[in-house]
């Protein structure tokens, strides 16, 4: 559909300081207003280049300010000739800025469906608008001729630039969330511009929320491919059950790298997942079928040794301790001074007793692994 020109007035505002971008005649009752090089929600992408195609329709909601119907204003980026340049239908004539009277500049501003709040070279609120008063309700005479430190806490936000800010629900209005936009002014204030984001708001929480869910399912450490804290504990959870009821022998080695920031540092690497997968890959080579290996925190793994006494279980925790000591490690080969790095471990074996729940035989292995680091501490020194 082509545009038409018709006996409505034609508003073409110059782009002053981020205030006003474009606007153009308003077309069988909707509002035209051209964005440069930038698309409009539920609409034709507006052309880079300043220009209207006269057989396309731009269309976005207006407000009205008597018999004037006037586009809605848009924060967009200003045109790098801080003008913009419009092809208008034909027999509409722009009108410019200085042609608009002040009370129609302040019916633009008053009505405007953004909600804006002006502040003054002294720190003081000394405007808002109609749509940031309807949001505030009757805490709006708390905020207007007031500074940051006369408002109440809650309301604080609206004076903190470029501002994230949370409204309190009051009364019978919700709860919102509001983004601030702030643009200084000339003279030492600046205005705040808002926008109702509580719809995105909420969304996101939801988010959160389903991610967090999500989390209690998650079996398997990320970083390794292992199973990790939560599915050990089941397992292990499972297995001591089974030697309770038919007192099958049951170990567990809780093994420990001592200087895995050192290797962080080494490898100016943050994520060690690469280490993690190499000892992932070792560690499968050296253990049984039925045993159960996983991460049990950022620098722990846990082996669960069905049918194993503790003998047995600490010969494994010998062995598997000097196969990461001497693992080579590629990521260091590059740097020669690295080349002698080794991983450092500690272990602690438990195995099950009459009477031991889980949590008991986990604590004996870790006070094993911690009085096996304080004796070799003691015999350094």
Request: hydrophobic share 40%; glycine share 4%; with cysteine.
């Given at each position: ?123 003081r609120a000394c405007w808002m608008n109609d749509t940031l008063a309807g949001m505030l309700g009757e805490q709006a005479a708390t905020v207007l ?237």
């Amino acid at each position: 559909m082509s545009l038409k020109s018709t006996s409505a007035p034609c508003l073409c505002l110059r782009a002053d300081d981020d205030l006003i971008r474009r606007c153009v005649s308003a077309h069988e009752g909707n509002s035209v207003l051209f964005l440069p090089n930038r698309p409009l929600a539920g609409a034709n992408p507006c052309l880079p280049g300043g220009c209207l195609l006269p057989d396309k329709e731009y269309l976005l909601p207006g407000f009205s300010t008597g018999a004037n119907y006037y586009p809605a204003f848009a924060d967009i980026l200003p045109h790098p000739d801080n003008h913009l340049r419009t092809t208008l239908p034909r027999g509409a004539e722009p009108v410019m800025l200085s042609q608009l009277s002040l009370t129609q500049l302040q019916s633009l501003l008053q009505d405007s469906p953004q909600a804006m709040l002006l502040i003054d070279a002294g720190g003081r609120a000394c405007w808002m608008n109609d749509t940031l008063a309807g949001m505030l309700g009757e805490q709006a005479a708390t905020v207007l001729q007031h500074s940051i430190r006369e408002v109440p806490e809650a309301l604080q936000s609206l004076f903190i630039e470029n501002s994230t800010i949370h409204l309190p629900a009051e009364g019978e209005r919700e709860a919102q969330w509001l983004l601030t936009s702030t643009r200084a002014l000339e003279d030492g204030g600046f205005m705040q511009f808002f926008t109702d984001v509580t719809a995105v708001q909420q969304l996101m929480q939801e988010r959160d929320r389903l991610v967090a869910e999500l989390e209690e399912h998650i079996l398997v450490d990320r970083e390794s491919g292992m199973p990790n804290r939560r599915a050990l504990y089941q397992s292990l959870e499972s297995q001591v059950s089974r030697s309770r009821r038919y007192h099958n022998p049951l170990s567990l080695i809780i093994l420990r790298i001592d200087n895995l920031e050192d290797y962080i540092a080494a490898t100016q690497n943050k994520n060690p997942a690469s280490l993690f997968i190499s000892l992932r890959y070792m560690l499968n080579e050296q253990l049984r079928w039925a045993d159960i290996i996983g991460r049990l925190d950022e620098n722990e793994l846990l082996m669960v040794l069905p049918e194993t006494h503790a003998d047995d279980a600490r010969m494994l925790a010998q062995k598997v301790s000097q196969r990461i000591e001497s693992l080579d490690l590629p990521e260091l080969e590059e740097r020669a001074s690295l080349r002698d790095f080794r991983l450092i471990t500690r272990t602690g074996v438990a195995e099950w007793r009459k009477g031991d729940d889980m949590g008991l035989l986990m604590t004996r292995a870790r006070t094993r692994m911690e009085q096996s680091s304080a004796l070799e501490s003691a015999e350094s020194d």
